[in-house]
């Protein structure tokens, strides 16, 4: 017999953030999960936290060689596939609130077998107290069939999303074939949408239950990003929203103008970051913005001061 859920969580030297997320895992209020940790030739020892946490059934796996983030994201999901119905890819430094499993239980009762069951998550700095009650765990699910086109705008106007705030169904879960480079690190939302149809089940936890670790600029992990990254990520929001008439051209640059500004900060935790002047201009160039919302927007950004001064450094 299948077992239900699968936390896989796919490391690499970061032994010290990875003890919040496992004790995260240690306080859910429904245990019936299996974690498994690749360990990506790290050249720290992951093995005597796991044991520290013996109360947790983890199997870990080291990989012969070193595979990368995204490669290592894929090998989880190669392994796992055939062994579990639900598979989450959880970030090492990140963590869940404590009834996130329970809620993810709740939302396939009754036979029901969704895709996807996407969590909205919070960002942290440090550590997030675990034990805030959630009222009730049949207040956080919103179960409904959407499309491609509805969870494109969602994700346009802000709903957060990343690789390890989402639990896939095992059978859905397709291989990592898309062009990674255009999108560097948010290549996150490309993938899920694109292994979403218009028949797609998708259950939405609207109670904040994953908390998603902040990156600074020492994160290496943002180094790749740039400008056209977030261009090329606005572009495909079109291709999926205007060009099937789900959203007009003016609708469309209305909320793409939010993303293009809000996107920015992450582009500061790069060293290579244009002005905000510039990467206005380019976004500008480029179609993706409205002229009439950006100047709405600039004086609530003026607001933040110090930080607004960087976007004209």
């Given at each position: 017999?299948?077992?239900?859920?699968?936390?896989?969580?796919?490391?690499?030297?970061?032994?010290?953030?990875?003890?919040?997320?496992?004790?995260?895992?240690?306080?859910?209020?429904?245990?019936?999960?299996?974690?498994?940790?690749?360990?990506?030739?790290?050249?720290?020892?992951?093995?005597?936290?796991?044991?520290?946490?013996?109360?947790?059934?983890?199997?870990?796996?080291?990989?012969?060689?070193?595979?990368?983030?995204?490669?290592?994201?894929?090998?989880?999901?190669?392994?796992?596939?055939?062994?579990?119905?639900?598979?989450?890819?959880?970030?090492?430094?990140?963590?869940?609130?404590?009834?996130?499993?329970?809620?993810?239980?709740?939302?396939?009762?009754?036979?029901?077998?969704?895709?996807?069951?996407?969590?909205?998550?919070?960002?942290?700095?440090?550590?997030?107290?675990?034990?805030?009650?959630?009222?009730?765990?049949?207040?956080?699910?919103?179960?409904?069939?959407?499309?491609?086109?509805?969870?494109?705008?969602?994700?346009?106007?802000?709903?957060?999303?990343?690789?390890?705030?989402?639990?896939?169904?095992?059978?859905?879960?397709?291989?990592?074939?898309?062009?990674?480079?255009?999108?560097?690190?948010?290549?996150?939302?490309?993938?899920?949408?694109?292994?979403?149809?218009?028949?797609?089940?998708?259950?939405?936890?609207?109670?904040?239950?994953?908390?998603?670790?902040?990156?600074?600029?020492?994160?290496?992990?943002?180094?790749?990003?740039?400008?056209?990254?977030?261009?090329?990520?606005?572009?495909?929001?079109?291709?999926?929203?205007?060009?099937?008439?789900?959203?007009?051209?003016?609708?469309?640059?209305?909320?793409?103008?939010?993303?293009?500004?809000?996107?920015?900060?992450?582009?500061?935790?790069?060293?290579?970051?244009?002005?905000?002047?510039?990467?206005?201009l380019m976004a500008g160039s480029k179609d993706l913005l409205s002229v009439k919302y950006s100047l709405f927007?600039?004086?609530?950004?003026?607001?933040?001061?110090?930080?607004?001064?960087?976007?004209?450094?």
């Amino acid at each position: 017999m299948r077992d239900i859920l699968a936390i896989a969580i796919p490391v690499y030297n970061n032994v010290a953030l990875m003890r919040a997320c496992l004790q995260s895992l240690l306080v859910q209020t429904d245990r019936r999960f299996n974690v498994h940790v690749y360990d990506d030739c790290s050249t720290q020892d992951y093995r005597p936290l796991l044991e520290s946490f013996g109360d947790l059934k983890i199997e870990y796996v080291c990989n012969e060689k070193n595979l990368g983030a995204l490669a290592n994201m894929q090998n989880s999901y190669n392994n796992l596939k055939n062994r579990y119905d639900l598979i989450m890819i959880m970030h090492e430094d990140d963590m869940l609130h404590q009834n996130f499993v329970e809620a993810v239980y709740y939302s396939i009762q009754d036979g029901r077998k969704p895709d996807f069951i996407i969590s909205h998550f919070l960002e942290f700095n440090d550590e997030p107290e675990l034990k805030k009650d959630v009222q009730t765990i049949k207040s956080t699910i919103a179960h409904s069939r959407i499309s491609k086109k509805d969870l494109c705008f969602l994700v346009l106007k802000g709903q957060p999303l990343a690789f390890g705030s989402v639990v896939y169904n095992a059978k859905v879960f397709k291989q990592m074939d898309l062009d990674f480079n255009r999108y560097a690190e948010f290549a996150d939302r490309p993938f899920l949408l694109d292994g979403l149809t218009d028949k797609a089940e998708v259950v939405v936890l609207s109670a904040p239950l994953y908390y998603y670790r902040s990156h600074t600029a020492s994160d290496t992990r943002w180094k790749k990003l740039g400008a056209k990254h977030i261009f090329n990520l606005v572009k495909l929001y079109r291709s999926i929203l205007v060009e099937s008439n789900f959203l007009s051209v003016s609708l469309f640059k209305k909320y793409a103008t939010g993303f293009v500004f809000e996107s920015y900060k992450n582009l500061l935790l790069t060293k290579a970051a244009p002005s905000f002047f510039s990467y206005l201009l380019m976004a500008g160039s480029k179609d993706l913005l409205s002229v009439k919302y950006s100047l709405f927007r600039v004086p609530f950004i003026n607001k933040s001061g110090t930080f607004f001064k960087k976007f004209f450094h």
